[in-house]
């Protein structure tokens, strides 16, 4: 089985533009989640889609969204992108009632 | 409640030593604590993982211990070797199912030679 691909793996964006991301779980896998990581504040949870339904919502503002769909891939959207955003994003499949999560190999931001 | 604390942040060790990473959480709900490895590039990966009913459950050189009244459980690494060096972290989750995680801070292991 191929694992969760995440893309693109790098992106350098300008402040106040947005940007869209991009996971593809792995195949079977409904459940979504989305992490951002940081040096200083570690793994922090976005949200989680299931079978195209936001479940769950971490504390991010609203300029944080993301979607997911019918074949399970999901997209988040940052949009009027600020210094701080920089991180890198981790996304993870799991398979329902499953208790591991499997995490792509990231997008790492860069916002100037 | 939700939060999971995490120590040391950082932790240099020497080869064929014990790595101890601790880690501490309140909410009681929690019934799954996993730990994940994260090598420089890569995604974290479970590494293993427990669940309150029992007190130590080992994997090769990968122990964890777990203290339900203390509401404490830490990953110990014995014979620790270079290529343990990564970012460690330690989670907890409530219910069977992975709907969410919350993480510890994570620490940064380095072994050296």
């Known amino acids: 089985k191929a694992g969760v691909t995440q893309t693109p793996r790098y992106l350098i964006k300008t402040r106040g533009q947005q940007v869209t991301l991009s996971c593809s779980p792995i195949?079977?896998?409904?459940?979504v989640s989305w992490y951002q990581q940081t040096p200083g504040q570690g793994l922090q949870f976005l949200f989680e889609y299931f079978s195209e339904t936001q479940r769950n919502k971490g504390n991010f503002p609203g300029r944080f969204s993301g979607r997911q769909f019918s074949n399970s891939r999901s997209e988040m959207n940052v949009s009027t992108l600020e210094l701080g955003d920089s991180a890198l994003y981790l996304c993870?499949?799991?398979?329902?009632?499953?208790?591991?999560?499997?995490f792509g190999q990231g997008t790492r931001l860069t916002v100037v | 409640q939700q939060q999971v604390k995490q120590s040391p942040q950082s932790l240099i060790v020497q080869k064929g030593g014990i790595s101890i990473i601790n880690c501490a959480y309140e909410?009681?709900?929690?019934?799954?604590f996993p730990w994940y490895q994260q090598f420089p590039g890569k995604g974290p990966a479970l590494l293993i993982a427990?669940?309150?009913?029992?007190s130590e459950k080992k994997e090769g050189r990968f122990t964890i211990s777990f203290n339900k009244s203390a509401k404490q459980f830490s990953l110990h690494i014995m014979d620790s070797q270079p290529g343990d060096s990564a970012t460690y972290f330690c989670a907890a989750s409530i219910g069977t199912s992975y709907d969410k995680v919350i993480f510890g801070p994570g620490t940064s292991l380095s072994v050296i030679p």
């Open positions: 909410n009681t709900a929690f019934d799954y």
């Open positions: 195949s079977g896998h409904r459940s």
């Open positions: 427990i669940r309150p009913d029992v």
């Open positions: 993870a499949s799991t398979e329902q009632g499953g208790t591991e999560a499997f």
